[in-house]
């Protein structure tokens, strides 16, 4: 009896080993695939074509086949995101020369055109030049600065320009300045080409967001504030940045765990719930469900979490999970996979009303990222992330990849077929959402647990702390430097400039996060 009950363990552990093996070759292939699809049917058509030689920056606008085609206009939004894909692109593929180039090239647009040398603060809209135009925006905007600081601080990541970090400290100062509420925290979104916040009043259509706080500029100044957390520890930045998580998850985040779209300057949500079914339709667009950016936010908040270093966050991850399950009990596709746009609890409707049953590209995008997120940290779980991921991977590969020109359609053929023609670049649609996507994806599906090696040889030489370059299977990332114990920089060279004094000390970190132990001077 004692030696079947051996070779029954035997047999279950053998079999445990073969899953895990199994499971492990699974996830290896999706992110071949991945991979594959990032560098060869994104980046490849993209880069280095959009960038605009003539006038600086990026062209915005391309057709379904990659030509380019309309006015060029430029925003902000737009431009910082390519700056943000080409520096991440050139960490990962230090070889093609033209990413860290095209970040470059991108940074002296948003240095020399769309930061505003009189009154601060980058225009949200300029013509192909660089002249700001209205164009329906606002001149300045809460949304179109964070993405600036986002993409200035992922280029001082990769290229240790110190005039990108200092532009992007401008950059936060500046909405420190004139957008962020000291009273009832968080950012006015609208702004004057002074900086003045606009209220909203009579004038305004009550159709329009102008005057309104709201989510989406909320998440990606979280989102914003993490990059540049990551390689400027400055103390007022760690507040804004908990302050943003906090207002992100336990005021903006409802009890459904869904995003209320848009506020009053004091937090009281825009609702047309209790309104007729005329009115609400004219309103939509300022109070509905979006799964996208449901999926979406339950990764920045987590991310933003780990930045600050919040050890056993669990309601960030209680929250960021509720917000993932509503989306797939009530905006997920069951047929074909894929999230849908919108929804809504109407008054005298009992659940969850789909009211956009299309799936735009970036949703599906997010989407990959945060299944796999919750796929790691519950793997046992009734709504098998992992299996969704899986779905959604294979939709996305059947309905949004174009793989004989390159890139995502705007939304899923199945419900769209007519994104088929339809243009693949525009001012809200880059390599952004996808590019990010497929990265994180990888990195998490074939993960590098190997730490860089520890610097050497480290000194400190007239105010200017210096070390030996450290190696790693992959590719070391940079490096961070501490003064007793605290962070106070980071740089991808292997020198900082710091104050003199003792207590120094210097570890490297790699692409995955992987970091080396720490060396004194």
């Known amino acids: 009896m004692k030696l079947k009950i051996i070779l029954l363990s035997a047999l279950i552990g053998n079999c445990i080993i073969a ?15 991945m991979q594959t699809s990032m560098v060869g049917e994104l980046l490849k058509p993209w880069y280095p074509a959009a960038i ?18 309309g006015n060029q206009d430029k925003m902000i939004v737009t431009q910082a995101r390519h700056v943000w894909s080409n520096s991440k692109a050139a960490e990962l593929f230090p070889d093609k020369k033209y990413y860290l180039e095209g970040a470059r090239h991108g940074f002296e647009f948003l240095r020399d055109k769309l930061w505003d040398k009189q009154y601060g603060g980058f ?27 986002y993409a200035l601080a992922a280029y001082y990541q990769a ?38 916040p606009i209220m909203r009043d009579s004038t305004v259509k009550t159709t329009a967001e102008t005057g309104y706080k709201d989510q989406n500029s909320s998440i990606h100044l979280l989102e914003s504030f993490t990059e540049l957390y990551g390689v400027w520890p400055d103390k007022l930045l760690k507040t804004r940045l908990a302050e943003m998580l906090l207002l992100v998850r336990d005021k903006i985040t409802d009890s459904h765990g869904n995003l209320t779209l848009f506020f009053k300057p004091d937090w009281t949500p ?65 047929k074909v996979g894929g999230f849908y746009d919108e929804g809504y609890y109407f008054k005298d409707k009992p659940g969850v009303t789909i009211t956009e049953d299309t799936k735009n590209w970036w949703a599906q995008a997010e989407g990959l990222n945060t299944l796999l997120i919750m796929a790691a940290r519950y793997p046992q779980d009734k709504h098998q992330y992992f299996n969704k991921l899986k779905t959604l991977w294979q939709y996305t590969q059947t309905y949004l990849i174009d793989h004989e020109h390159g890139d995502w359609y705007q939304g899923g053929l199945d419900k769209q077929p007519q994104y088929k023609m339809a243009l693949k670049g525009q001012i809200w649609k880059g390599t952004y959402h996808t590019f990010r996507a497929l990265m994180n994806c990888v990195m998490q599906l074939d993960p590098d647990k190997t730490p860089p090696s520890a610097p050497k040889q480290v000194k400190l030489v007239n105010g200017i702390l210096k070390w030996q ?5 992959k590719r070391v990332l940079g490096y961070n430097i501490y003064r007793d114990g605290k962070r106070i920089g980071f740089t991808p060279l292997n020198y900082f400039v710091v104050e003199k004094g003792s207590g120094l000390s210097v570890n490297a970190i790699d692409l995955a996060g992987n970091q080396s132990a720490r060396v004194k001077v």
């Open 19 to 33: 899953s895990a093996q199994t499971n492990r070759t699974e996830k290896q292939k999706i992110a071949h695939q």
């Open 52 to 69: 605009d030689t003539a006038d600086g920056g990026f062209l915005s606008a391309f057709t379904y086949d990659f030509k380019p085609t």
């Open 123 to 149: 225009y949200t809209f300029t013509d192909k030049q660089g002249n700001p135009k209205q164009g329906g925006f606002a001149a300045k905007e809460a949304y179109g600065n964070s993405f600036a600081i």
């Open 159 to 196: 290229s240790g320009d110190t005039s990108a970090l200092n532009l992007a400290k401008q950059g936060f100062w500046w909405l420190e300045k004139h957008a962020h509420d000291p009273v009832y925290k968080g950012y006015y979104q609208h702004m004057q080409i002074d900086g003045t």
């Open 270 to 334: 825009v609702s047309y719930r209790d309104s007729s079914l005329v009115v609400y339709k004219k309103h939509h667009s300022l109070d509905h469900i979006s799964y996208g950016h449901n999926v979406e936010t339950a990764y920045l908040m987590l991310e933003a979490s780990h930045a600050l270093g919040l050890e056993n966050d669990s309601k960030t991850l209680q929250i960021g999970k509720k917000m993932v399950d509503d989306a797939l009990e009530h905006g997920w596709d069951n």
């Open 469 to 473: 370059s450290s190696t790693d299977n």
